[in-house]
């Protein structure tokens, strides 16, 4: 593995990039949102479709990877609503500590897996994605039906979007071609993975673009809290997991790269949306991002 510094250094810059781009305002109007939305629902799923379908899963220890990710992950958000009580947070702003603490940006953990460890790195990555995707976005609606900030209507609509989600029925597509063995047949599969190759760049761009500078002001218990889940409690469980699991190298790095993660700018969008503290949101994804430029190198370079 080449340095964690020179393979990490490459995709802050990209994210740098997006965000002076956003200050400039460039290249204007609804650009982003747009480029945003091809990249979610086209380009990601491609990538998704194109590793899955054509990699060697056996070679994954699923299981194991599945008990590290989903088990920190499980034992992190029973901990939040145990503390709920402690901290004292109105509905809303708990709905976005629990995002910021168990959402990741799936850009940059897809693109830090393949810049790390290649393509066995981006195989990891990719099964990383299937098995914490749909767990992650249950756990988080859950979140807004228990807090009670959903109405029945908006329960319903959240369920039909997860249920649509283009990253969940991407990886189901992708594991459904390569364990029955058809593949992507043809012209399919170089099409398909060209796609794939701009769906990271881009979505690194496009995630320095959605960063709110301004939301940095906002220092109160939730963002500490969620900060201090994020970055420091999550990838700790997972590296006692992985350690205990006896995970191979990829894997152990994969896993601790996706714990580490900043929380996803979707998150924003979904508290805007479902009844959750907007602003503190944006002051999430905005400071975990830029924490993460050094936490990422530092858990990485822990078990390098």
């Given amino acids: 593995m080449e340095g964690v510094a020179g393979a990490l250094g490459p995709l802050f810059l990209l994210i740098l990039l997006g965000a002076l781009l956003g200050r400039l305002d460039q290249p204007g109007g609804d650009f982003w949102p747009r480029m945003e939305r091809l990249i979610y629902f086209l380009l990601f799923p491609a990538m998704l479709v194109s590793t899955l379908a054509g990699a ?91 807090a009670g900030t959903l109405g029945t209507a908006g329960m319903r609509a959240s369920l039909a979007a997860l249920a649509r989600n283009p990253l969940i029925l991407a990886c189901l597509l992708g ?20 796609l794939g190759r701009a769906a990271l760049p881009l979505g690194l761009v496009a995630v320095g673009v959605a960063l709110r500078p301004r939301a940095l002001l906002r220092l109160d218990l939730g963002v500490w809290a969620a900060n201090l889940a994020k970055l420091i409690l999550m990838p700790a469980l997972v590296l006692g997991f992985a350690l205990l699991l006896r995970l191979d190298p990829v894997s152990r790095d994969i896993a601790l790269l996706f714990a580490a993660l900043p929380t996803a700018t979707s998150a924003y969008i979904l508290a805007r949306q479902l009844g959750g503290d907007a602003e503190l949101m944006a002051a999430l994804i905005t400071g975990q991002t830029l924490i993460a430029m050094a936490s990422l190198p530092f858990w990485l370079r822990l078990v390098g």
Wanted: glycine share 12%; charged share 5%.
């Fill in 175 to 194: 594991i459904a071609l390569n364990l029955s063995g058809i593949g992507l047949p043809g012209w399919s599969a170089p099409a398909t993975e060209l």
């Fill in 56 to 146: 060697d899963i056996q070679q994954v220890p699923v299981g194991r990877l599945a008990l590290a990710l989903l088990g920190a992950m499980g034992m992190l958000g029973a901990a939040l609503w145990a503390a709920n009580h402690r901290l004292g947070l109105a509905a809303p702003a708990f709905t976005s500590v629990f995002q910021g603490s168990l959402r990741f940006n799936t850009y940059v953990g897809v693109a830090g897996a393949a810049a790390l460890h290649g393509e066995a790195g981006a195989t990891v990555a990719a099964v990383a994605v299937a098995l914490m995707v749909p767990v992650v976005n249950v756990l988080c609606v859950a979140s807004f039906i228990a």
